[in-house]
């Protein structure tokens, strides 16, 4: 099997030569594929923010290494607040199972991520977000095509936790509860406001309360 194989074609049966589970191939939703679940779903929450940002005028880039636990850098052409050509950096989780309430959406964020994003905003030269994409149970819910339209299911939520509480004395792995307002839908709009929040903080070297 070549790379190119695996790469550009998704038969209904296994590719020559690949029998039963090898590698990074599997059996699921009726057909081959080569990224596993939760690989597709990290994927999936990133092309989720990129299709918003994109729809808003908004620059996009992938940080490939996450030894900064950045995903994206988001950046404003021309004017915005004081500055010109402004960016931020937002760190993508994607969920299925988030817990969800009338006002307010929970997330369970592990702790080495939730102590650097609560740092104070001024130590960073970039204010980071997060953005928390909810997707369908079923992953061939996820997108709907049509001659008319193309639709990305479900929705994002963002927030910034910088200055808020440390939680130094977790595991790295324990996770720490954010809820986030769901008014903190993620539009095209809501992408600018962003923008307007990171102005704030670099003159307050803190975050958006969440509760």
Request: hydrophobic residues 40%; aromatic residues 8%; positive net charge.
């Amino acid at each position: 099997m070549t790379l190119a194989y695996a790469l550009c074609t998704l038969p209904d049966s296994p590719p020559p030569g690949v029998g039963g589970r090898v590698g990074n191939w599997r059996m699921g939703l009726g057909r081959w594929m080569a990224l596993n679940r939760d690989v597709r779903q990290g994927r999936y929450g990133e092309i989720f923010v990129r299709a918003i940002s994109t729809a808003a005028g908004l620059t996009v880039q992938k940080i490939e290494e996450d030894d900064h636990m950045v995903d994206l850098h988001i950046g404003h052409p021309g004017p915005r607040g004081s500055l010109l050509n402004p960016k931020i950096d937002v760190q993508v989780k994607s969920s299925r199972r988030v817990r969800s309430t009338s006002t307010h959406v929970s997330y369970g964020l592990k702790s080495k991520y939730y102590n650097v994003f609560a740092e104070p905003a001024d130590r960073f030269s970039l204010p980071i977000f997060l953005v928390v994409v909810v997707v369908p149970e079923v992953a061939d819910d996820w997108m709907g095509v049509t001659e008319e339209q193309l639709t990305l299911r479900r929705a994002a939520y963002w927030t910034c936790l910088h200055g808020q509480p440390l939680r130094r004395e977790l595991d790295k792995d324990t996770e720490v509860k954010v809820s986030v307002p769901r008014e903190n839908l993620l539009t095209k709009d809501a992408l600018l406001r962003m923008f307007d929040v990171a102005e704030d903080l670099r003159m307050q070297g803190r975050g958006v309360p969440v509760q």
